[in-house]
């Protein structure tokens, strides 16, 4: 299955790129290379933690409290509602392409516990892309739609939706072609880049301690090896052990430095059992609200492009 990822990024002549093609030049673009947005939607900058800060780009507070996305490419900055806008953009100018004919409006999906204010500004950045929002659909019910289950006998389900930046557990009754969500429960902060940024974290102080050299204050360094971590956890979903090589990571007096180590499954786990721990309580969350235990649902789904790990 094709997919766009949520990234957007203005090359070296302004060029506003969006999704793969992003992505793949965000290496030698960090500061106008924008990802994770979803996290900064309808948010205000004093609910941010720390850890939500830590991106290659810039974002600051404006006189409001509102957040502010720095692009040093355009000499502008943006609201997090319009990075959104112009991935909706390129997806509804793609399914034009597709379908042969203008692509007007748009069923626009959102985790579950998206406070009123989150939906608001996704139903902004569906108008600033030029799109008639047509609904304002919560995930789970949508991917219980794609798999069919309203057409099913009632069931109860659970949706676990580990995306690039949020987590969502819902669930729900179906049946007839009805959805009754029972429980909802996650955490914003949470999802698959929090995985990758442990591997980062555990690959830059190995790198520190042997060479005195911290590549997370070099913002280049800082998304190779952003792209190793994901590469890395993706591959240990399927075997015991990666190889990570990244030649040329930095230079000092002595020359050319090159990163060459291996991470194994059991290393992984170590390094995320505090990001596991906190997947299991909007799980937990989600259980008691809905009154049932696990015993009792009939189907899970996992959804996600960055489920992808042991």
């Known amino acids: 299955m094709r997919t766009t990822p949520s990234v957007v990024a203005f090359s070296k002549e302004g060029e506003r790129l969006v ?12 500061q106008n290379t924008f990802y994770g947005i979803k996290r900064f939607v309808g948010r205000r900058y004093s609910e941010l933690n720390p850890e939500s800060k830590r991106v290659p780009y810039t974002i ?35 399914a034009t392409r597709y379908l042969g004919e203008e692509v007007t409006g748009a069923v626009i999906t959102v985790p579950a516990y998206f406070n009123d204010s989150q939906r608001q ?24 739609l794609a798999y069919g289950l309203d057409r099913q ?8 939706d580990l995306g690039g930046g949020t987590f969502d557990v819902s669930i729900l009754d179906v049946g007839d072609g009805v959805f009754e ?10 999802g698959g880049n929090d995985f990758d940024r442990k591997i980062v974290d555990w690959l830059a102080e190995q790198f520190l301690e042997a060479e005195g050299v911290d590549l997370r204050r070099d913002r280049q360094a800082l998304q190779r090896l952003m792209e190793a971590a994901e590469k890395a956890k993706i591959e240990l979903s ?3 052990v990666t190889e990570i090589n990244l030649p040329f990571i930095t230079a000092t007096a002595e020359g050319p430095k090159h990163l060459e180590t291996r991470l194994t499954r059991p290393q992984f786990e170590g390094l995320c059992g505090e990001l596991v721990s906190r997947l299991r309580r909007p799980l937990k969350r989600a259980f008691k609200d809905a009154g049932l235990t696990p015993v009792q649902i009939d189907e899970w789904f996992g959804l996600g492009v960055r489920l992808g790990f042991p």
Do not use: H, W, Y
């Not at 999704?19 to 960090?30: D, I």
């Not at 500004?121 to 219980?144: H, M």
């Open 19 to 30: 999704g793969q093609m992003a992505r793949r030049q965000g290496v030698l673009n960090p």
């Open 153 to 160: 006998d009632s069931q109860t389900i659970l949706v676990f």
């Open 238 to 240: 399927g075997v015991g």
């Open 181 to 190: 969500v029972k429980a909802t429960s996650g955490d914003t902060q949470l």
């Open 60 to 94: 600051r507070r404006d006189p409001e409290d509102a957040i502010k996305i720095r692009c040093p490419r355009l000499k502008q900055e943006f609201f997090p509602e319009e990075i959104s806008a112009m991935v909706l953009r390129k997806l509804a100018d793609e």
């Open 121 to 144: 500004a996704t139903r902004d950045a569906g108008r600033i892309a030029g799109l008639e929002v047509l609904r304002i659909l919560n995930e789970p019910t949508a991917a219980s």
